[in-house]
């Protein structure tokens, strides 16, 4: 079998040597969804702006909620914050789904010695950046209609992606190679993301939690880019660069772990498939 490398230069190398093939795969998995259907691509643009005005309805009809302490938020301001919450965490939903069965259902792929393995798992995080992407586009165009104004600031979430991708891909790396060997995780990788959607602070703020339970925030790695996209995107402020420096370091020691795993299991993959 090929030598591998844990080291993030191989990894970088890796992608670039690929990045054609990667591009390629990447844009097949983001149409693939669509194939057969009728709106076609389309469905990506379609997709969160009927989940937007689902969760509108539900929330600011049905429950009446508000944003933390405002009672006065307006209907139009609460979507748009609960919306660019959901985006963050649809990210880390469809990357962690995929992820227990990304070697199990490409096994054709393992039997080749000079495929690189890898760059499975980036096909996914730039698929889920596709539709993030375009969700954006249409957050945006809802809070310029509905709030007269898209502030400067929101260009600082690239940067909160960025590592935010960072931190996926470490995550994928490690329940893809896992899921090889563990076939249990793929049937409880469901009851886990809902779980982390109700205990992250996408339908509330983060002041809401209990002081008591605040420690679960701050060691919940989708607390700081929701409440970080939002403090950017809708709120106008800029980053607090300090801690958005500790979470780069962290995501992209989280992404190098997640990797060297990766590699020293996949010797393994071909037996066990």
């Not at 194939?35 to 509108?56: A, D, E, H, V």
Request: charge should be positive; proline fraction near 4%.
């Amino acid at each position: 079998m090929k030598k591998v490398s844990i080291s993030p230069l191989a990894l970088v190398a890796s992608l670039v040597q690929h990045r054609q093939l990667l591009l390629d795969m990447a844009w097949r998995e983001t149409i693939g969804r669509y194939k057969g259907s009728m709106f076609g691509l389309f469905w990506s643009l379609l997709t969160p702006l009927m989940m937007l005005g689902i969760y509108t309805f539900v929330f600011s009809e049905i429950f009446k909620s508000r944003w933390g302490a405002d009672t006065h938020t307006s209907k139009s301001a609460f979507a748009i914050i609960l919306f660019a919450g959901l985006i963050m965490f649809n990210m880390f939903a469809e990357c962690a789904s995929k992820a227990p069965s990304i070697i199990l259902s490409n096994q054709n792929y393992v039997k080749k010695v000079v495929f690189p393995l890898e760059i499975l798992a980036c096909v996914n995080a730039l698929s889920a950046l596709f539709h993030a992407a375009v969700s954006f586009l249409v957050l945006l165009a809802f809070q310029y209609f509905g709030m007269g104004e898209i502030p400067l600031t929101a260009l600082f979430a690239v940067l909160i992606i960025v590592p935010f991708m960072f931190f996926l891909l470490g995550l994928m790396w490690f329940l893809s190679a896992a899921g090889v060997y563990l076939r249990d995780i793929g049937q409880t990788i469901g009851v886990t993301i809902t779980g982390m959607m109700f205990v992250s602070p996408i339908f509330f703020p983060l002041s809401s939690y209990p002081e008591r339970w605040r420690f679960l925030a701050a060691f919940n790695p989708l607390t700081y880019p929701i409440e970080q996209v939002r403090s950017v995107v809708i709120f106008g402020n800029s980053l607090d660069w300090y801690v958005w420096t500790q979470y780069v370091i962290g995501a992209a020691v989280f992404a190098w772990l997640g990797f060297a795993w990766f590699q020293k299991t996949r010797k393994g993959f071909a037996d066990v498939l």
